[in-house]
């Protein structure tokens, strides 16, 4: 039978093993079933794959001054916040499960634009929301900064039904 000091020293050396380079606890991730309507997004999901069917899309026109390593990090800090922007979906013995990860890298890029043409910026626009999210390697999201010669940049940001609808979504951004 173990000691109380043993058993307290086993939990120390548990939560040493745990802790990253910079000395915070490593997140752990969560394992959970799918809602009904998660559910349901995930059949459609699954025999319709590769659409981009539902996804969501806000577009934002920035600041032109915007640094994008600021920006990435606000990204990065409101993914840390929003378990459900490091979600991925997999399907376990025919049972779909969600896995909100402790810490999923983000989907965060940078287009440039030659010019500033309003038809190329849509076309942009319209490719980007129309290319699916890998809902089981993740993210369920994609940030798309924009970038156009002499007029103030466009930040698009894409995220899957799955993870948020149009009140969650207006609720994590704002």
């Not at 490593?26 to 699954?46: A, F, I, R, T, V």
């Not at 032109?64 to 378990?83: G, K, M, N, Q």
């Not at 810490?103 to 129309?130: C, H, W, Y």
């Not at 894409?158 to 609720?171: K, M």
């Amino acid at each position: 039978m173990e000691t109380a000091e043993q058993a307290l020293g086993s939990c120390v050396l548990e939560l040493q093993r745990k802790k990253t380079k910079g000395g915070m606890m490593e997140k752990s991730s969560l394992e959970y079933p799918l809602s009904p309507n998660q559910q349901g997004l995930w059949s459609l999901e699954q025999r319709f794959p590769n659409r981009g069917l539902y996804n969501l899309s806000a577009v934002w026109r920035l600041p032109p001054d915007i640094s994008f390593p600021t920006l990435r990090r606000a990204v990065e800090r409101l993914c840390a916040r929003h378990p459900a922007l490091r979600t991925t979906f997999s399907d376990q013995g025919g049972i779909p499960f969600q896995v909100a990860h402790g810490n999923l890298p983000i989907d965060f890029r940078e287009v440039r634009m030659e010019n500033g043409d309003e038809a190329n910026l849509r076309k942009i626009l319209e490719t980007q929301i129309s290319r699916p999210l890998d809902l089981e390697r993740g993210p369920p999201t994609r940030w798309v900064l924009i970038s156009i010669p002499e007029q103030a940049p466009v930040l698009l940001l894409i995220v899957h039904h799955i993870v948020a609808d149009a009140w969650t979504y207006t609720e994590m951004i704002v």
